[in-house]
């Protein structure tokens, strides 16, 4: 069975309305203040703040800007981090841990005030994230946890318990859940794109299907080979995440590109969207192999996502089992019919936490770890002003040692299928033996 016969197209969803293009070819300038690799969210909200401080900048992307994680995710503003409290606390201390916890709420205000004061058009709504609990031990974590949130950050964030949960999401699959209200939703590729309007306007040169070579140091700093020619540079900073290549083979041990696969339904009636959705919020779950959904923009759809586990071709069965993972959910959906199935590239590291770090003079912001919307325009902002040396304004609790390298590992992630059985025996382990 060929893809094509699962979903209508296996493009984005959000190309119908932003769709990725080539920008029109430029001269490449003979030398910059700084060169940027990647122009997704973190390189363009770089660039963007590089420029309007007098910097000249030149951003360059292998493939069309944006084409990769940035018009491809679920744009969900979740700002999750992937490690558990009391495991931050045990590595890095409580200071440092709370600081941690700390930052995603400015960083995730830092998005929704650059939307408005920008007049960014990315249908932005702050409607809310209910996250779903397999039983009812993991509900009385998870309350907790949202408590925590709610007394020492402001979040709003609460508990909803199992006999209220037909109020949040028509699905009786969860034993209760939580919300946080300081989580919304937003169109991805429609985001970039205004991103990209206003580094252009603030003087950013960027440079689309334009792969960078090599980047070699020398005294007055670099010599940056690019695929139109080569450019010298004071400063270089690396944002290329989730698509990171061969021309940095340090990174690319470290960076480990994991694909995320979504669905989108056809145009589900009114009443159906009422009963499945009745707050159009965004969704997620506590698996490790858990599902992150929401509505599209004009609540007519369902989108549904999750890990691809493959890693090339287009295989029908990724898409099979989120449609699985969607029925298992939404029983109502078995015969919908699914308009578009993709995927694209996450960056997952070894301590999986999104990051600054320097090497060789370079300067990275990079692992996000599958939660970007929020954390890459925060992360290449503040890198911005770490080359800036604005120690105030550049100053992060992200600011760590590069990721250490994964052993025997070149670029092809040839254990993720084997991670994707680990991951999956662990759910069921769990689901099991959950109260429900």
């Known amino acids: 069975m060929q893809q094509s016969q699962l979903a209508d197209k296996n493009t984005p969803f959000w190309w119908e309305e932003a769709p990725v293009k080539p920008l029109p070819r430029q001269p490449l300038a003979k030398a910059v203040d700084v060169a940027i690799v990647g122009a997704g969210y973190a390189g363009l909200a770089a660039g963007l703040t590089l420029a309007r401080a007098g910097r000249s900048v030149a951003a360059f992307d292998a493939m069309n800007p944006g084409e990769g994680a940035s018009t491809r995710n679920g744009g969900i503003t979740s700002g999750n981090i992937r490690v558990d409290y009391a495991t931050l606390t045990r590595r890095f201390g409580a200071a440092k841990a709370d600081a941690i916890e700390a930052e995603g709420k400015i960083a995730r205000e830092f998005v929704y005030d650059m939307i408005a004061t920008e007049r960014l058009a990315c249908d932005f709504q702050q409607v809310g994230r209910f996250n779903g609990a397999i039983g009812y031990e ?4 998870m309350a907790r946890t949202a408590e925590k949130l709610a007394k020492t950050l402001g979040i709003e964030s609460y508990g909803v318990p199992y006999a209220e949960q037909q109020n949040y999401i028509g699905t009786d699959f969860y034993r209760g859940g939580t919300v946080r209200m300081d989580i919304g939703g937003l169109h991805p590729a429609k985001f970039h794109a205004e991103l990209l ?6 003087g950013v040169s960027v440079h689309s299907d334009t792969a960078i070579r090599s980047i070699e140091r020398d005294a007055g700093g670099f010599r940056v080979i690019t695929a139109a020619g080569t450019l010298r540079a004071r400063q270089v900073l690396v944002c290329s995440n989730g698509y990171t290549d061969g021309s940095d083979p340090w990174l690319r041990r470290r960076i480990v590109p994991v694909r995320s696969r979504i669905i989108a339904t056809e145009e589900l009636a009114p009443g159906v969207m009422a009963r499945l959705m009745p707050r159009l919020m965004m969704m997620g779950e506590h698996r490790q192999l858990g599902f992150y959904y929401r509505p599209s923009p004009d609540g007519k759809r369902i989108l549904l996502g999750g890990r691809d ?14 449609r699985r993972g969607l029925i298992n959910l939404f029983p109502e ?3 919908v019919r699914l308009t578009h199935s993709w995927f694209g590239n996450v960056a997952m590291h070894r301590d999986m936490l999104p990051r600054i770090f320097e090497k060789n003079g370079l300067t990275y912001a990079t692992g996000f770890c599958g939660s970007g919307v929020v954390w890459a325009p925060w992360i290449g902002s503040r890198a911005a002003y770490k080359l800036m040396q604005d120690e105030q304004k550049g100053a992060s609790a992200f600011d760590f040692a590069p990721p250490a390298a994964i052993p025997l590992y070149r670029g092809k992630p040839w254990f993720m299928p084997l991670a994707m059985i680990k991951f999956r025996m662990e759910d069921r382990l769990a689901f099991r033996r959950a109260t429900r």
């Open 138 to 141: 993991q509900y009385d974590s």
């Open 197 to 202: 309007r206003v580094a252009l306007a603030a």
């Open 309 to 322: 586990g493959t890693n090339s071709g287009d295989a029908p069965e990724p898409t099979l089992h989120l």
């Open 333 to 335: 959906l078995e015969n």
